[in-house]
């Protein structure tokens, strides 16, 4: 699990990069526009693309976190044995609901890649993008799979209760 969360940091690293890049292509492009009377062609496409590869690679951080919103208004009377047994359960709907989109986005990027579709202003290949989201998809469904099986906190060892594992 701790292999699994140094992954999801990275992800998120990259991720963070990402938004960087984004960030400084808007502003060039802006003061481009309004100043120099210039402007960066395609800069639409290129932060819709990223920003999704962005959002992928954050989830598996997140979940590694336990970020994911919880609604534990109906289960607040409930035993702590009996949330923790909830909780995971909901780890392992999540792990089960990633895998299906990461075999679902392999699909769909797969289908990019043999229609060469491209996005329209740059002819930027699509499938590269799928390609980018399927690693985040399958490392968050790892995680969700190994706090059912592990414990919630399992592997982060950022937590107070690093490796304790909950019944």
Not at 72 to 94: C, H, P
Not at 104 to 124: D, V
Not at 130 to 144: D, Q, R
Request: glycine residues 10%; proline residues 3%; negative net charge.
């Amino acid at each position: 699990m701790k292999t699994l969360h140094t992954l999801a940091k990275l992800f998120a690293i990259l991720a963070g990069l990402l938004l960087t890049f984004i960030t400084l292509m808007t502003c060039w492009s802006v003061i481009g526009r309004n100043l120099l009377d210039t402007s960066l062609i395609g800069d639409f496409e290129l932060t819709g693309l990223a920003t999704g590869a962005a959002i992928a690679l954050f989830m598996p951080y997140c979940q590694a976190k336990r970020g994911n919103i919880i609604v534990d208004f109906f289960t607040t009377q409930l035993s702590e044995k009996n949330q923790t047994g909830l909780d995971r359960f909901g780890a392992l709907l999540l792990a089960l609901l990633f895998a299906l989109l990461a075999w679902r986005t392999t699909l769909g990027g797969l289908n990019s890649f043999e229609t060469h579709s491209e996005s329209q202003i740059l002819g930027f290949p699509e499938w590269t993008v799928y390609a980018a989201m399927v690693p985040p998809f399958a490392l968050t469904a790892l995680i969700g799979l190994g706090q059912m099986l592990f414990g919630l906190d399992a592997g982060d060892t950022d937590s107070p209760n690093t490796g304790e594992v909950h019944a």
